[in-house]
Nanobody, 116 residues
Framework: QVQLVESGGGLVQPGGSLRLSCAAS????????MGWYRQAPGKQRELVAR???????NYADSVKGRFTISRDNAKNTVYLRMNSLKPEDTAVYYC??????????WGQGTQVTVSS
């Protein structure tokens, strides 16, 4: 049974930083790709960033230059480093993964609030 467990959310002031982590388990095959989505109140869930096992990344335009996604393949863990946070980054952030590009697995979500 695939499980994605997120950690690292919280309250931060504008301009601050946070790092999210997501540990995947439950598969003997590669978790590929892995990524982060977010959903703000009243809005649709949107892709924030995604990374393949080979390190190819893509980002939403709104976070380019501020967020960095990375992964540790040995630990089946994906990270999202968020710098220069803005109030509009406030959302529930969800980890997402496929197994060898099949399936669609989600974490439980972690709240990120950017406010002074």
């Amino acid at each position: 049974q695939v499980q994605l467990v997120e950690s690292g959310g919280g309250l931060v002031q504008p301009g601050g930083s946070l790092r999210l982590s997501c540990a995947a388990s439950g598969s003997t095959f590669s978790f590929d790709p892995m990524g982060w989505y977010r959903q703000a109140p009243g809005k649709q869930r949107e892709l924030v960033a995604r990374i393949t096992s080979g390190g190819i990344t893509n980002y939403a335009d709104s976070v380019k230059g501020r967020f960095t996604i990375s992964r540790d393949n040995a630990k089946n863990t994906v990270y999202l480093r968020m710098n220069s946070l803005k109030p509009e980054d406030t959302a529930v952030y969800y980890c997402n993964a496929a197994v060898n590009w099949r399936g669609d697995y989600w974490g439980q979500g972690t709240q990120v609030t950017v406010s002074s």
